[in-house]
């Protein structure tokens, strides 16, 4: 199907030009119905230079979001890496934010990619939600529904969720919202995924409803290091209200602690929690520090 020719115009900010001298692919399937994967990756300078944390595993979940979703990835994931830290070297960025995103061509049916471009953009940034605790409140949005859209794919198209939950949270006061799943249960934040402590034991909502976030994976593996019981689990409102304390997990933010949801003020100390352990762990494991489980 061909969309235009170097005769096609199309009408741009006031203007008519011609649809092929346009810095945009127009005609695409990522710009009309979101449909480009995308993917998140912190770079970091550690006292082995810049270090790109946990790469890899990004690209890997970059090239199953394109396979699950019929995006073509016909890229190697070693490569990806690669072109990476040359982007970073070029930029000269040594503490930044990378965005992968695989950018599907003209088609304006609703059927599977005929073509996919691969784009990669890196700026400094400093962590998402601040260092400071965050206020959060409980959305009236939810999380999708898996049977809409399959949770564990970052695909553009899902973050218009994501940008009504969070402009709806921040217009009554607050920093982030934290969504419910279709049945209730908690699920995680807009970008982030989330963690309670109880008792002196960390919970963290299961699969299946919520994006497989490596930094929960992290955190997880950093508790099991630290001997740090950490439970999987279905959690209710109810459990989030009465925890003692709770915290987010995301690439672009890191570990940042939630000080109150909505009314409720968390009544541990951060400083005291096995959240902010878990976050000087992280800290020293990006930064390549040895014995990063260490602390001190
Ligand atoms: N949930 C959503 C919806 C996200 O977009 C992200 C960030 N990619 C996360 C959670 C956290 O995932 P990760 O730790 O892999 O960055």
Redesign the pocket.
């Known amino acids: 199907m061909k969309y235009f020719d170097k005769n096609t115009w199309v009408y741009l900010d006031g203007e008519f030009v011609k649809a092929n001298s346009t810095p945009v692919d127009l005609f695409g399937q990522s710009l009309h119905y979101g449909y480009s994967a995308i993917e ?1 990756i912190r770079a970091y300078n550690t006292h082995n230079g810049t270090r790109l944390f946990k790469a890899e595993q990004h690209y890997e979940r970059l090239r199953f979001s394109c396979e699950r979703t019929g995006i073509l990835f016909r890229w190697e994931i070693d490569e990806l890496v690669e072109k990476t830290y040359q982007l970073l070297e070029q930029n000269n960025l040594r503490n930044a934010y990378v965005r992968p995103m695989v950018i599907t061509g003209h088609n304006m049916y609703l059927t599977p990619a005929v073509e996919a471009t691969m784009v990669i953009l890196a700026w400094e940034w400093g962590p998402f939600l601040g260092t400071d605790l965050i206020r959060a409140t409980l959305s009236p949005y939810q999380r999708p529904n898996p049977w809409s859209l399959p949770p564990d794919v ?1 695909i553009s198209g899902q973050y218009v969720a ?1 940008i009504l939950a969070t402009t709806e949270a921040i217009k009554r006061g607050f920093d982030e919202a934290i969504l419910l799943d279709q049945e209730g249960f908690v699920a ?1 934040a807009s ?3 989330l963690f309670i402590e109880k008792d002196a034991k960390l919970f963290t909502p299961t699969l299946g409803h919520i ?1 497989p ?4 994976q992290t955190a997880l593996e950093i508790a099991k290091a630290l001997n740090i019981e950490a439970e999987e689990k279905r959690l209710s409102p109810e459990d989030l209200l009465t925890a003692d304390s709770a915290f987010l ?4 933010t890191g570990i940042v602690g939630i000080a109150a949801i909505d009314d409720t003020v968390f009544p541990q100390e951060w400083a005291d929690t096995l959240g902010a352990t878990i976050q000087r762990a992280y800290k020293n494991l990006t930064l390549e520090k040895e014995n990063y489980q260490v602390i001190i």
């Open positions: 998140g970052k994501s995680q970008s982030n995924n994006f976030g490596i930094t929960r997990t995301g690439t672009a």
